[in-house]
């Protein structure tokens, strides 16, 4: 199989400054980020993102999440980026390795919290998970996003992710049936 460079947790990957001066501290995800990311992840489901979960979730739920978590990284299976702006965690994204006939394959996923949107972070986002992936030995990044997303659509197109398909009316939110749309992008420096 492919190799792999496991991160380990809490490594400061780089900092920079968004488009509105404020500065961003990218690492790995930590144990000391459960409260945050709790917070984090019911925020974006208040506010109704336009993301796969739709409910709050406990501290119990969360804490079986970050472990899980935590298990698929040191295997090598899975990593994750966050970034913090003034001590607070205001994103999370994620590469997870496929199975089976897919180990080549890398799941992306990337949320960022409202007010941090817009200012630059998910591009730079973008092309660190991007790197990372490489230097996983994928060879293919995948994700998916609702058809209604234009902001995420233009970012991944921005960074080389095209659409492949879409599966209609898969995704019911807000009284509406919308299409979730599937991207790829194919690693070159891993062909
Ligand atoms: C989608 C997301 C990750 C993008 O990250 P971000 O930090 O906001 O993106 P950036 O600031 O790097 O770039 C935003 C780009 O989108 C563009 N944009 C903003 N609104 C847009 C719209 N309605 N349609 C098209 N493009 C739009 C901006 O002009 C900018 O483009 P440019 O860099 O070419 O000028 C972030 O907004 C987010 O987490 N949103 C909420 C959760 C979510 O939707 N997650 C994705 C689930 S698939």
């Known amino acids: 199989m492919?190799?792999?460079?496991?991160?380990?947790?809490?490594?400061?990957?780089?900092?920079?400054?968004?488009?509105?001066?404020?500065?961003?501290?990218?690492?790995?995800?930590?144990?000391e980020d459960l409260d945050d990311m709790m917070e984090f992840i019911n925020a974006l489901v208040e506010e109704g993102a336009e993301i796969f979960a739709n409910q709050k979730v406990t501290r119990e739920h969360e804490v079986e999440w970050l472990a899980r978590q935590m298990v698929e990284v040191e295997k090598g299976n899975r990593f994750n980026l966050s970034a913090v702006v003034d001590g607070k965690l205001i994103t999370n994204s994620s590469i997870t390795r496929g199975t089976g006939y897919s180990e080549h394959v890398g799941i992306l996923a990337i949320a960022i919290r409202d007010g941090y949107r817009e200012i630059g972070i998910g591009t730079e986002m973008m092309n660190?998970?991007?790197?990372?992936a490489e230097s996983m030995g994928l060879r293919m990044l995948t994700l998916t996003v609702f058809s209604t997303n234009n902001r995420a659509r233009h970012v991944y197109e921005k960074v080389g992710f095209r659409e492949v398909g879409c599966i209609p009316k898969e995704l019911y939110k807000d009284g509406k049936y919308i299409d979730h749309v599937w991207m790829v992008k194919e690693l070159t420096s891993n062909p």
């Open 2 to 31: 492919v190799g792999l460079v496991p991160l380990k947790t809490g490594v400061v990957i780089k900092s920079f400054i968004a488009n509105d001066g404020r500065k961003v501290l990218l690492r790995t995800l930590k144990w």
């Open 128 to 132: 660190k998970l991007i790197s990372q």
